[in-house]
């Protein structure tokens, strides 16, 4: 496997459900991050992990919960959601530098295919 | 009034035209400027990035960044079917340290037509 990899691509869930998304780098990267990308809308940046450590929580409902064991993997786990929640979710990673002010380069993140939500 | 503003389309032009994309921005802090492609399916890869103002040309593609207008472009030339997706054009602030935080327009779904 190469790049950002997420499982499963479509996921159809009630609303009474629980269920986790699965994200994996391959890239060695140290930050990694969930978007939602809803139609029409920009990409919403929910989380953020860096080395490990939540970074940043965008005003996300309780009702996702990320866990990010080690640097190459990161969850969204999933629970009483709402239809508005159906999207795209998308997975990414970067390399942060933590010794000097980052550059254009590390502001490349690289994007996993995402997975599609459907909840009903 | 949200800090990056993108026209959505959808943009639908023949094979070999110019395509201009356009986004524009409220905060003055933003130093880099990037344009994602998106594939239907796919999630958005990176296509062009610059830092602060000026032109930077890449193949068929120009990304263009005024700062005083707070106003970036990416053009096409000679388009192809292959450029068919959707942009994203998307900027951060300069930060220390930490992950990037990037901030995304919504994007702007392109066609090509043979």
């Known amino acids: 496997e190469t790049g950002v990899t997420q499982t499963p691509r479509h996921l159809v869930m009630g609303m009474t459900n629980k269920k986790s998304l699965k994200c994996e780098q391959h890239l060695g990267h140290n930050a990694m991050y969930w978007y939602k990308q809803s139609a029409k809308k920009p990409l919403e940046l929910m989380f953020v992990y860096n080395f490990k450590e939540q970074t940043e929580n965008n005003s996300v409902p309780s009702r996702f919960s990320p866990e990010c064991p080690n640097s190459s993997h990161l969850f969204l786990h999933l629970h009483t959601l709402q239809p508005e929640d159906s999207a795209l979710y998308l997975c990414?990673?970067?390399?942060?530098?933590?010794?000097?002010?980052?550059?254009?380069?590390?502001?490349?993140?690289?994007f996993g295919p995402g997975t599609r939500l459907t909840v009903l | 009034q949200k800090e990056v503003e993108q026209d959505p389309g959808p943009l639908s032009v023949p094979e070999g035209a110019i395509v201009s994309l356009n986004c524009t921005y409220s905060?003055?802090?933003?130093?880099?400027f990037m344009w994602y492609r998106q594939y239907s399916r796919k999630g958005p890869e990176l296509l062009m990035y610059?830092?602060?103002?000026g032109n930077k040309e890449d193949g068929r593609f120009t990304a263009q960044v005024d700062k005083s207008s707070k106003y970036i472009s990416l053009f096409i030339r000679d388009s192809q079917p292959s450029d068919s997706a959707t942009y994203l054009c998307?900027?951060?602030?300069?930060?220390?340290?930490?992950?990037?935080?990037?901030?995304f327009g919504s994007g702007t779904r392109l066609s090509i037509r043979p």
């Open positions: 610059t830092y602060s103002s």
């Open positions: 905060n003055s802090a933003f130093q880099y």
């Open positions: 998307a900027m951060s602030a300069r930060s220390y340290s930490s992950a990037s935080k990037i901030i």
């Open positions: 990414a990673s970067s390399q942060s530098r933590v010794t000097r002010l980052a550059g254009a380069k590390e502001n490349e993140q690289f």
